[in-house]
């Protein structure tokens, strides 16, 4: 895994091979699918409740803790004082910022239209890779990529929530940005860490400086509930 992340500059077409899937890869395939696409749904039950800034806390909180058991389990070090920089970089484009824009999306964005609109993420990535590592983009790219903007702009017009939040549909887009910009970071790394390290200390290095952030939004909803529970017992005594 750690080989196919490094010198990409030296790669070319013959590199890549097509190959047949088997009912296994298909059973992984789709299981990866409903696990990611149940993300979306998560985020938009949880966003109205906890707000962005705390659920993005605590979905970095739970996968850098289940990601250590993971690590501890596998014996894989993430050898921090190496890769840091990775860490950090990763960290912020595929899970400090695409998190926070997600769950702000989620407020106002159903499920569905957030899925879709993170399908932008390929596009922006190729984007991304042509502009910084200066790869020439085919016509079959180019019309490739010109349909799954195309798809894209479709589904979101129709959407009415969509047509009256574009602050949130922008923040979805950035978050696709952010992962395409994560994607094509990971192909500059001569030397990176595994595929594990590099998730788990992504997941590290999201965390700092949030957790202040987090006991303060706790703390407001913890009062903001209080005073509606009161207001609610003062209503009903003058009843």
Excluded at 72 to 99: E, I, K, T
Excluded at 211 to 221: D, L, P, T
Aim: with cysteine; net charge positive; charged share 10%.
């Amino acid at each position: 895994m750690a080989d196919a992340f490094a010198q990409p500059q030296n790669r070319g077409p013959q590199y890549f091979t097509i190959c047949s899937m088997t009912p296994a890869n298909l059973i992984q395939l789709f299981a990866l699918a409903a696990i990611w696409g149940a993300s979306f749904l998560f985020m938009r039950i949880a966003a109205p409740a906890l707000g962005p800034i705390l659920l993005t806390e605590l979905r970095l909180l739970f996968a850098a803790g289940f990601l250590a058991l993971a690590a501890a389990a596998w014996r894989q070090p993430l050898d921090a004082h190496r890769h840091w920089r990775v860490y950090l970089v990763l960290g912020l484009f595929n899970s400090a910022l695409p998190f926070l824009l997600l769950s702000f999306a989620a407020t106002r964005l159903s499920a569905s239209l957030m899925s879709i609109i993170n399908a932008m993420a390929p596009v922006f990535a190729a984007v991304v890779a042509a502009i910084w590592l200066r790869e020439s983009l085919s016509v079959r790219t180019l019309t490739g990529l010109l349909a799954g903007v195309s798809g894209v702009a479709i589904l979101v017009g129709y959407d009415e929530h969509a047509l009256q939040s574009k602050l949130a549909v922008a923040a979805a887009l950035a978050a696709s940005l952010c992962y395409g910009i994560g994607s094509v970071y990971t192909r500059t790394i001569v030397k990176p860490p595994p595929s594990l390290a590099m998730a788990h200390g992504s997941m590290w290095a999201g965390l700092p400086g949030r957790a202040v952030v987090a006991a303060g939004a706790i703390r407001a909803a913890t009062t903001s509930n209080a005073g509606y529970l009161a207001g609610g017992s003062r209503a009903r005594r003058r009843l």
